[in-house]
């Protein structure tokens, strides 16, 4: 975080407290997020004009650096996909120090596409993803240990990882195969 971006970040949040305001339309949401803030010694729900952040379910009212919005997916501004309350708390102290929250997607065809991993690959990664060695996904897939190393090899050159466990993470991180 840049040196401005941290003193913006320390004017906002204060020497005590983070001051969040609701515009939040739905009801019983509302109620859930003020006694989510509620909890947290370091958040304090405000009104709107002394808000260093505003937390709404309106993409509409989004502003840049002072607006969170709860979402199902809304594109615009820093969006959170809600499935649990007690994260805002986290992601409203992210917003305010600087960060931005994206919702983000599943990996699309065209991103998949990129790896071009053949269906023995994609095999071969499930079996990564158990941990299993070369031995044991050559028994999996009915294959000479030789090959296995081979089709790993292969896996590892396709994905640039530096190793298994790397390969293993861009696996997770892309999306390539359903877990």
Not at 13 to 25: K, P, Q, Y
Not at 78 to 93: P, Q, S, W
Not at 139 to 166: C, G, P, Q, Y
């Amino acid at each position: 975080m840049s040196s401005s971006a941290s003193a913006r970040a320390a004017d906002m949040i204060g020497a005590a407290s983070l001051r969040v305001a609701l515009e939040i339309g739905d009801p019983g949401l509302e109620r859930a997020v003020r006694e989510a803030l509620v909890r947290e010694t370091d958040l304090r729900v405000t009104a709107g004009p002394d808000a260093a952040l505003v937390v709404t379910d309106d993409p509409l009212l989004v502003s840049p650096n002072r607006t969170l919005v709860l979402s199902d997916g809304a594109a615009g501004g820093n969006v959170l996909r809600l499935a649990n309350v007690d994260i805002v708390a986290a992601a409203a102290r992210l917003v305010a120090s600087g960060y931005t929250i994206a919702h983000s997607t599943p990996a699309t065809e065209l991103q998949l596409d990129r790896y071009r991993l053949t269906s023995r690959e994609r095999e071969v990664a499930l079996l990564l993803l158990d941990g299993r060695s070369n031995k044991a996904i050559a028994r999996a897939l009915d294959i000479s240990v030789h090959t296995a190393k081979f089709h790993v090899a292969a896996l590892l050159t396709k994905l640039m990882a530096r190793n298994r466990a790397d390969a293993v993470a861009i696996i997770l991180r892309e999306g390539l195969v359903p877990v």
